[in-house]
């Protein structure tokens, strides 16, 4: 079976855990496990508002992975944030949280593992590129703008920020003409990619 | 009176030659963009404050009179809160790139 199938599923598992599901950006469910005490029209509504806060909250927070617990009467909401999506996970109010916190952890680490290897090939290639354009533009100053592009995400989106970023840098300090024409080749790679 | 008065000229008048000597130095190690040619003003505008503080005694020693002080005192203020407002503006800017703030 699919490890991360297995994971979701032995979450699941546990006392006091009703059900968990991956969604991605878009806001679609891609594995879930049951019992879930919603139906599938609840879960895709929760999975796109959940997507929609995550997004916020990445963009507040200026991270690429936030997360959330909220805490109602009748039960707990988990949710993790991934890089392209989240993780949530729908329990009692009183679940055992150190067996939940150390299976996720375990399975948290599994999935960012997945994450980077899908990362790998063209978004690799891609982010090679931005860096030659970097290179070519800026020279030897291209080194700050260069760790910008080291620490931005796997996601187009998040390429994009990177970018918002370096060019915004480089209009400040290096030079605002240079900053213009890097920032528009780059997009430019990154929607070809996209 | 008026010693002290000159007295207080002259540490303005040196601390003033240190700002110069401080802004000219950095300009020279910025590389460019916006802060680069911002701060370019911020330097010119601490140039002219120097010629400023040079001058003001000098307006003691010829008894200028009152409103002609009144009228330089008051542009000196003027070009003081436009050069608060540009150094304002390059931290703002520069804690924005460095992404610290709250937006």
């Not at chain 1, 996970?89 to 055992?96: E, T």
């Not at chain 1, 290897?117 to 070519?136: R, S």
């Not at chain 2, 601390?15 to 911020?42: C, D, K, T, Y």
């Amino acid at each position: 079976m699919d490890p991360i199938q297995t994971f979701i599923n032995e979450l699941a598992s546990l006392v006091g855990v009703q059900g968990a599901f991956l969604f991605d950006r878009q806001g679609a469910i891609n594995q879930y496990s049951t019992p879930m005490e919603l139906t599938l029209d609840q879960g895709v509504a929760l999975a796109r508002t959940l997507s929609r806060s995550l997004t916020g909250l990445s963009s507040l927070e200026h991270s690429n992975r936030v997360d959330i617990e909220l805490v109602f009467n009748e039960g707990r909401l988990v949710l993790k944030g991934l890089s392209d999506g989240g993780l949530c996970i729908l329990c009692d109010r009183q679940v055992n949280y150190s067996l939940l916190n150390l299976t996720l952890e375990q399975g948290l680490g599994l999935l960012r593992t997945v994450e980077m290897k899908a990362d790998t090939g063209e978004t690799k290639q891609t982010l090679e590129d931005m860096k030659a354009i970097v290179q070519e533009i800026l020279g030897e100053h291209s080194q700050r703008v260069i760790s910008i592009l080291d620490n931005a995400g796997a996601s187009s989106e998040e390429l994009m920020k990177a970018i918002e970023q370096a060019e915004k840098m480089t209009r400040m300090f290096i030079d605002k003409d240079q900053a213009g024409r890097m920032a528009q080749r780059m997009r430019e790679l990154v929607d070809k990619s996209s | 009176m008026i010693y002290v008065s000159y007295g207080l000229s002259f540490l303005g008048i040196l601390v003033m030659v240190v700002n110069v000597v401080l802004a000219f130095r950095l300009q020279r190690v910025l590389i460019g963009g916006e802060i680069r040619s911002r701060w370019g003003l911020l330097t010119n505008f601490i140039l002219v404050f120097l010629v400023g503080y040079i001058l003001s005694p000098l307006l003691l020693v010829f008894s200028v009179p009152v409103e002609y002080m009144g009228a330089v005192v008051f542009l000196i203020f003027l070009f003081g809160a436009i050069f608060v407002s540009i150094v304002i503006r390059i931290i703002r800017d520069t804690l924005s790139v460095l992404g610290v703030l709250e937006e």
